[in-house]
Nanobody, 117 residues
Framework: QVQLVESGGGLVQPGGSLRLSCAASGSRSSFSVMGWYRQAPGLERESVAGITSVGSIHYADSVKGRFTISRDNAKNTVYLQMNGLKPEDTAVYYC???????????WGQGTQVTVSS
């Protein structure tokens, strides 16, 4: 059974930085896609950034130039470096991975990111 363990959320002032990590376990193969979603109160969950096993990356327009996604395939870990944080980035951030066959998506438990002065 695939398990995702997220870490790195917290409270930060506007303009500050945080780094989220998500370690995946329980799979013998690397994941085809690893990424991050977020959900703010009253809003739908949205994609923030994703990275494929060969390094193709996409970002939501709202985070381009501020967030950087990366992955360590040897550790089955995905990271999200968040710089220049804004109050509108406040949300629960979820790690999500897709198995090597592209068939099943798994979700982490979520980590709270709050940007406030």
């Amino acid at each position: 059974q695939v398990q995702l363990v997220e870490s790195g959320g917290g409270l930060v002032q506007p303009g500050g930085s945080l780094r989220l990590s998500c370690a995946a376990s329980g799979s013998r193969s690397s994941f085809s896609v690893m990424g991050w979603y977020r959900q703010a109160p009253g809003l739908e969950r949205e994609s923030v950034a994703g990275i494929t096993s060969v390094g193709s990356i996409h970002y939501a327009d709202s985070v381009k130039g501020r967030f950087t996604i990366s992955r360590d395939n040897a550790k089955n870990t995905v990271y999200l470096q968040m710089n220049g944080l804004k109050p509108e980035d406040t949300a629960v951030y979820y790690c999500s991975v897709v198995d090597a066959f592209g068939r099943t998506r798994y979700w982490g438990q979520g980590t709270q990111v709050t940007v406030s002065s």
